[in-house]
């Protein structure tokens, strides 16, 4: 476990060893817990009044979500990377749940393990970036917000090459393992569905303003965040129409195979059955009866039958062929 601490403010940025200290400090706090045991938050939460449900869910595998405090406003929301590898796609979809307590000078970052979009806005504090010192905490919070819902568009990228390549493959009538890639895709994008909606739920919380910690001027920063997670809903919505679409292409593709075997079965089937009747016919060998079949007593008999079959055969073909059954 990890406790870094800043407080930074038009002055520059100065880190603090104590974070309970560090409260009452000028400026914007920034507590960043990472990688914390279950029982090891109780100094940060009973310096910033934060609630044990509230750290029971920061450390825990609930919806992302947005509930207001006294004093302070919990924020939960989930950063997901795609790791490409011959494994499914619940263990390719990283998901790392982090957790934002946000006061009116102050923000607390809970994070399971070093999340690459948290660690990217600290850096730039690090680096006394001044837009980030004049903006206050709720603005903090909206990049580090920002920089989680920009990885979503990454990973719908990486799926969409794949639907791409899925449909390259129906076209080109590929073999039987692309309806299984579509099914695969159809989960892919259904797991980033559940994760992108109760997402837009929460941070369509935090554009309305609703949190007393959020300044009219932030307000606008975060509808352009919730303006983001709507294209991504609709981006999911329109790659699930387009792998139901590929699937269908694809049932209706082996349909057709499947049809055109059957169909030149039958050809076979109705070419040779006119033939076998005839062979039974005249295989009925009856004999010393003036009733029975004078052909086979005739010396061309059994070759004026084979060509009579040929010639009944060639019909057969040439009417398949102008009916275009074949």
Known sequence: MTVDTIVY??????????????????????????????????EVADAYDIHPLEIEDA???????VEEFDDHTFVLVKDATLRRGDVTFAEELRVLQTAFFLGDDWLVT?????VEAIETVWERVNREEPRLASRGADFTAYRCIDHVVDDYFSILDDIEDDIEAVE?????????DVLER??????????VRRLLWPTREAVGVLARGDPVQISEDTEKYYRDVYDHLVQLVELVETYRDLTSGARDIYLNALSMSTNDVMKKLTVVATVILPLTFV?????????????????????????AVMVGMGAMAGILLVYFRQENWL
């Open 168 to 176: 390259d493959e129906v076209v080109d009538a590929a073999g039987g």
């Open 110 to 114: 809970v994070e399971p393990q070093r």
């Open 9 to 42: 403010s038009a002055d520059g940025r100065t880190p603090w060893e104590d974070p309970a200290a560090a409260r009452d400090a000028d400026g914007t706090t920034w507590v960043r817990v990472v990688d914390p045991p279950a029982d090891a938050l109780d």
């Open 279 to 303: 062979a039974g016919v005249y295989g009925m060998n009856f004999g010393g009866s003036p009733v029975n079949m004078p052909e086979l007593g005739w010396q061309y008999g059994y070759p």
């Open 182 to 191: 579509i099914n695969d895709l159809r989960r892919d994008l259904l797991s």
């Open 59 to 65: 450390l825990g595998n609930v919806r992302p979500k």
